[in-house]
């Protein structure tokens, strides 16, 4: 796949996609492997994955797959190395057995998300898959409508991958990334815990506005309404911060800016 694929980083970004995704879609196609998962049930499990928030029931709903048989493809497409779970750390709703849940929580269910291992997989399936039938025509417009409007779904998953690093940078790689947090109340971009029990907690915005102090007062409340006991609060902002939250004298807090991230080259 790596081989057919030709990337000039002095083109614009249209062109590479155009070349690589529309010219030679055909080309591509017969390239993925196993060929079957571009097939029925496989082919919109996989685009449920790639366009959702990952949780199991979500993509299933999407797919239109039941539990048994929905586990069971991912499963096999574990065993090909094509997507991986990451487990709920939720603490369990009942905390003795005959424990009566609220009528709210009784249909919540605890469960693990599921992701792509390959950046290129979440891309074929999110965003060229859906369009497979007007691609192989050569036509190509409905593929540009929805890449130009969800194509920032990719910058923030890579920004948070890279948040990730650099958090663990800033702390001489003491930290053991535990990914992200959710449970039945919110979700968090990156939970980590140093080697010495601190629990961190971050929330990445890669949005062309700066962040403000409100964002840090959300994600307090957050964590305190999810009962984590967090000792550092961690953000990380492509277009920088506001300057109140700047000259916010705070020793449980680190800010991290565009610049920040050429530590990591």
């Not at 199991?56 to 048994?68: E, I, T, Y």
């Not at 609220?102 to 369009?131: D, M, T």
């Not at 949005?207 to 307090?220: A, D, I, M, P, Y």
């Amino acid at each position: 796949m790596e081989e057919a694929l030709e990337l000039d980083f002095f083109d614009d970004l249209e062109s590479i996609i155009r070349f690589n995704f529309v010219e030679k879609y055909k080309v591509l196609n017969e390239l993925i492997s196993p060929s079957y998962i571009i097939e029925e049930p496989y082919r919109w499990l996989l685009v449920s994955i790639a366009r959702g928030d990952g949780r199991l029931s979500n993509v299933f709903r999407k797919a239109r797959v039941g539990d048994s048989l929905g586990l069971r493809l991912l499963d096999e497409l574990k065993e090909l190395g094509i997507i991986e779970f990451e487990e709920s750390r939720e603490a369990p709703l009942k905390k003795y057995p005959n424990q009566k849940l609220e009528k709210a929580l009784r249909s919540y269910k605890i469960e693990p998300k599921v992701y792509f291992k390959k950046p290129f997989h979440r891309f074929w399936f999110g965003f060229v898959e859906p369009y497979h039938q007007e691609l192989k025509k050569g036509d190509s417009k409905r593929f540009f409508e929805n890449f130009e409007k969800h194509f920032s779904r990719l910058h923030s998953f890579v920004f948070e991958q890279l948040s990730q690093e650099l958090l663990n940078l800033h702390f001489k790689n003491q930290l053991t990334i535990n990914g992200n947090y959710w449970d039945k109340h919110s979700e968090f971009d990156i939970w980590a815990t140093h080697k010495d029990g601190r629990q961190i907690l971050g929330e990445c915005k890669y949005t062309s506005r700066r962040v403000c102090k409100s964002e840090l007062t959300k994600l307090r409340a957050k964590a305190e309404t999810s009962e984590l006991d967090i000792d550092v609060f961690a953000l990380f902002s492509k277009s920088g911060f506001s300057n109140e939250l700047k000259n916010c004298i705070a020793k449980d807090l680190l800010l991290f800016e565009f610049e920040d991230f050429k530590k990591l080259l």
